[in-house]
């Protein structure tokens, strides 16, 4: 079974900071996927950036990116120039990619951008 | 950009009641999820479908969930008899084939059981 832990229950930062979430997480299978998702106060569930186990390149989305450490089983988001849009509880999440799929989801951070 | 989307948005039922919550994926996907999420706490993967059945479930998903396909575009989650601790946010997710493994989620159903 695979577990997901996010070590932050709360963040904050200043708008136009940079701040990171951190990720870990622990299983035995090889072929696997981690995301972020973001959960506004709307709680819809909005994909931030995926990666990909077997790529040892880490993952970029304009002002997200993570820092994939895969012997360390770590997934940590970092958001650059923060806006107050970003605020929102973020969701580290664990997909594997041999089987349907489910996602095993880590409890999650309250990020919180100040103006 | 194509979506997944969810009714009701909220749903307030007696305890013992039925209720269905209905679902539209992503009309190309071929894989389709029911989470749920308890206020203040993490999503919860309860069931995923793949061929028109089951292929696998949660210990939460017990005998009083059922899900269905019913046409080509609906994905269903059954609820027979609703407890209080059913109470809870169900999100609808879909992905497409092998290879395509980022799920996409609908808005949610916030169920309010009384």
């Known amino acids: 079974a695979q577990t997901v832990t996010q070590s932050q229950p709360e963040m904050s930062v200043q708008e136009a900071e940079t701040v990171t979430l951190s990720c870990t997480y622990d299983?035995?299978?090889?072929?696997?996927?981690l995301f972020w998702y973001k959960q506004p106060p709307s709680r819809q569930m909005i994909l931030v950036i995926r990666?990909?186990?077997?790529?040892?390149q880490n993952a970029t989305e304009n002002r997200f990116s993570v820092n994939f450490q895969k012997a360390a089983k770590s997934f940590s988001l970092k958001i650059s120039d923060s806006q107050l849009g970003d605020t929102a509880m973020y969701f580290c999440?664990?997909?594997?990619?041999?089987?349907?799929?489910?996602?095993?989801f880590g409890q999650g951070t309250i990020l919180t951008v100040h103006p | 950009e194509p979506e997944v989307t969810q009714t009701p948005s909220h749903q307030v039922t007696q305890m013992g009641q039925e209720v269905i919550l209905r679902c539209v994926p992503i009309?190309?996907?071929?894989?389709f999820y029911w989470y749920r999420q308890i206020l203040g706490q993490k999503v919860e993967f309860l069931v995923s479908?793949?061929?028109?059945?089951?292929?696998?479930k949660s210990e939460i998903f017990d005998d009083q969930f059922s899900v269905e396909r019913p046409d080509g575009s609906n994905f269903t989650l059954k609820i027979r008899s609703t407890k209080l601790e059913d109470s809870a946010m169900y999100f609808c997710?879909?992905?497409?084939?092998?290879?395509?493994?980022?799920?996409?989620f609908g808005p949610g159903t916030r169920l309010l059981v009384l």
């Open positions: 009309s190309n996907h071929l894989y």
């Open positions: 999440a664990f997909g594997v990619g041999t089987s349907y799929g489910k996602l095993t």
């Open positions: 997710a879909s992905r497409g084939t092998s290879g395509q493994e980022t799920q996409y």
């Open positions: 299983t035995s299978e090889s072929n696997y996927y």
């Open positions: 990666q990909e186990a077997y790529k040892q």
């Open positions: 479908f793949y061929n028109n059945e089951i292929s696998e």
